[in-house]
């Protein structure tokens, strides 16, 4: 496989199923308790580092469902630092969506995420609406057996474009990379065919309107009762 393809799978893996930034609080809410599953890994417990990212992505996720559906824009905006660790197996099913293989083993991102709450009231109650985030830096680090730990950074601002409180359109508009050379260039390579045409608009629409949707609902109860 050409390094471009391996790379641009990662990227894939890495964003995809944050959306709009919103990947990282984007996991299914389970019951309280000392143990849970993961993608990819149905009879693994939790680890404690698991649960102490999917608790802190809790209450970004809790508040970002309370702007998308409360139609009142007045209260502070979403600022929530968010972990996300994927294991091996989570990121092997995930690359299989575009028929590629993952070569490393598992991976650890991390972004602070900032969005304006009027924006996400505007995009869900307008008949059309552009979201427009902020650029926003997401710090990644992927282990691998043979060469160890290999950290980089990447920079997007996503645009959606909404229409009658659905996702419709979606631009990634990636940015600067740090990373070392060799990942760079394939890094650069991708993101730039990706900010050309666009390969990853269906999949953001896709996970955005899961997000306000069945995610939402799995919280309700929360979001909810503190309208």
Request: glycine letters at 4%.
């Amino acid at each position: 496989m050409k390094p471009v393809s391996i790379f641009f799978a990662s990227i894939f893996a890495l964003i995809t199923p944050f959306s709009i930034q919103i990947a990282a609080a984007e996991e299914a809410a389970k019951p309280a308790g000392d143990s849970g599953t993961v993608l990819g890994d149905p009879d693994g417990p939790l680890t404690p580092e698991e649960k102490a990212e999917k608790e802190a992505r809790q209450a970004c996720k809790v508040d970002l469902c309370r702007a998308f559906h409360s139609k009142e824009a007045a209260g502070s905006d979403i600022a929530c630092h968010v972990i996300k660790s994927w294991r091996k197996e989570q990121l092997v099913k995930l690359v299989a969506k575009i028929k590629v293989s993952w070569p490393y083993e598992g991976a650890h991102c991390s972004t602070d995420l900032n969005i304006k709450r009027s924006d996400l009231v505007k995009a869900m109650s307008e008949p059309k609406a552009e979201l427009q985030l902020a650029q926003h830096k997401v710090t990644c680090s992927i282990a691998s057996e043979k060469s160890g730990s290999t950290d980089f950074s990447f920079e997007l601002a996503p645009k959606v474009m909404f229409e009658n409180g659905k996702a419709v359109k979606a631009e990634a508009h990636w940015g600067k990379i740090e990373a070392p050379t060799l990942i760079k260039s394939a890094l650069w390579t991708a993101t730039a065919a990706d900010n050309t045409v666009n390969v990853l608009s269906g999949s953001i629409v896709e996970e955005v309107n899961m997000f306000v949707g069945k995610r939402c609902d799995e919280v309700k109860d929360q979001w909810a009762a503190k309208q």
